[in-house]
């Protein structure tokens, strides 16, 4: 009998994967300019889930849409007031926890909705915009901001490709990249976006940005 395989991640680890495969990409564009394309969207993956992880307080909705917060924040609200009806199923014999179900689909809680990578990117340096207290403020110039704007811009683009020739001037590429891990950077560098990782993720966190760094400057 084959044992089953499973794929297990998070949004912490899901940015050392899309870091994992940027760097990759990277490292063979010389031999194939092609894998641009998925230097940008890992980059652009790596890039939003730091955002979440950076913004996503102890009520984790820093990364939601607006609408999504007050829904998750109303639903909370109703179940401190034992609006919400639960039916209980017996405690777990290993963990000795309670176990129950939501007794209908109204008493289920909302379905959380990311903000767009565009509203998590001014979360990160303007306060007010933000759902909750979590990472430190972030230092973004204009320069930085019109990086995000072309890799956004780019990401688009390739994740709703329609049919059609395409060219993409590469020179500027590798500072629009330069100028995003800045900011990554700072990210990785706050104790709260990245705390629940052990020291060796951390370290291999660093180790792959550190990479970037150094394969971009050789482009």
């Known amino acids: 009998m084959i044992e089953e395989q499973w794929l297990r991640i998070d949004e912490r680890t899901d940015v050392t994967v899309s870091l994992s495969l940027c760097l990759s990409c990277l490292n063979d564009v010389h031999v194939d300019p092609a894998l641009w394309k998925w230097a940008i969207l890992s980059l652009h993956s790596a890039l939003q889930g730091s955002m979440v992880c950076h913004l996503s307080g102890t009520a984790s909705i820093g990364g939601l849409s607006d609408s999504s917060a007050r829904e998750y924040l109303d639903w909370h609200e109703k179940d401190r007031r034992g609006e919400i009806k639960r039916i209980e199923l017996g405690v777990d014999d290993e963990t000795g926890i309670p176990s129950y179900e939501f007794a209908s689909k109204e008493d289920e809680p909302p379905k959380p909705r990311l903000a767009d990578a565009k ?101």
Do not use: C
């Not at 059609?164 to 950077?185: E, N, Q, Y």
């Open 119 to 219: 509203t998590l990117f001014k979360r990160l340096y303007r306060k007010h915009k933000r759902r909750e207290g979590a990472g430190g403020l972030i230092t973004v110039d204009a320069s930085q901001r019109q990086a995000f704007d072309r890799l956004h811009s780019l990401r688009n683009s390739f994740a709703h490709f329609a049919p059609r020739g395409w060219s993409i001037a590469l020179d500027g590429l590798p500072d629009t990249f330069l100028s995003l891990l800045s900011v990554l950077d700072q990210i990785s560098a706050d104790p709260w976006p990245f705390r629940h990782m052990s020291s060796q993720e951390k370290d291999r966190h660093r180790r792959l940005l550190l990479g970037l760094r150094t394969q971009l400057g050789k482009l």
